[in-house]
């Protein structure tokens, strides 16, 4: 009988989301703003054309969604999350009083 620890995997990442974007544009904004040590007028300039061309496909998404009759948009909207269950413990609670137990087999 195997006794391994099973632990859950880590979460899956999350896909791109809009307040993603909206944050590093302000990082971006703060650096170019820093007077000490600046952003590169030339990254500056790379990052604003990337936003520039999600928002862009964020357009799209949002006349796809009109046509095809969609309620929502994963990189509009916050993603909808699933309720973590916690991590398996050893110590007992007032649902679990016996969180370690021992199986015993007859005949294997």
Not at 27 to 40: E, G, I, Q, Y
Not at 42 to 52: K, L, Q
Not at 88 to 95: I, L, Q, R, V
């Amino acid at each position: 009988m195997s006794t391994e620890d099973k632990t859950a995997p880590p979460p899956a990442p999350l896909p791109p989301h809009i307040e993603q974007m909206r944050q590093h544009l302000m990082n971006t904004l703060v650096d170019l703003r820093d007077r000490a040590n600046p952003m590169d007028v030339d990254r500056a300039r790379a990052v604003a054309d990337v936003a520039r061309v999600m928002v862009d496909s964020a357009k799209v998404e949002v006349e796809y969604i009109k046509v095809a009759g969609a309620d929502r948009s994963d990189f509009l909207e916050p993603p909808v999350t699933k309720p973590q269950l916690p991590a398996p413990s050893s110590t007992p609670t007032a649902h679990r009083p016996f969180p370690t137990a021992t199986v015993h087999r007859i005949g294997d």
